[in-house]
């Protein structure tokens, strides 16, 4: 993000990973073994939302995943 100069991309970017590096998913560190794919699926659903023009309900669905990992 920093190559591209968009100085609010890049922000946004770091802010997402930091929440990332504090997510026990991130580290693998999880109560069950298919949290991997279950990550997957979160954002699997995010992408076909936004093809689906459907804003607000890739919106939820990036929160629930943000929130809940």
Same mark, same amino acid.
């Given at each position: 993000?920093?190559?591209?100069? +968009?100085?609010? %991309?890049? +922000? =946004?970017a *770091? ?13 693998? =560190? /999880? /109560? /069950?073994? &298919? ?5 997957? +699926? ?5 992408? &076909?939302? =936004?093809? *689906?023009? &459907?804003?607000?309900? %890739?919106? *939820?669905?990036?929160? &629930? ?5």
């Open positions: 993000m920093e190559i591209s100069g +968009n100085r609010l %991309a890049e +922000n =946004i *770091k802010h997402l990973y930091t929440r990332a590096l504090e997510s026990s998913r991130h580290h693998g =560190i /999880t /109560t /069950t073994l &298919d949290m991997a794919a279950l990550t997957l +699926n979160e954002h699997a659903l995010v992408v &076909d939302m =936004i093809v *689906k023009g &459907d804003a607000r309900f %890739a919106e *939820k669905a990036m929160y &629930d995943h943000i929130h809940e990992s």
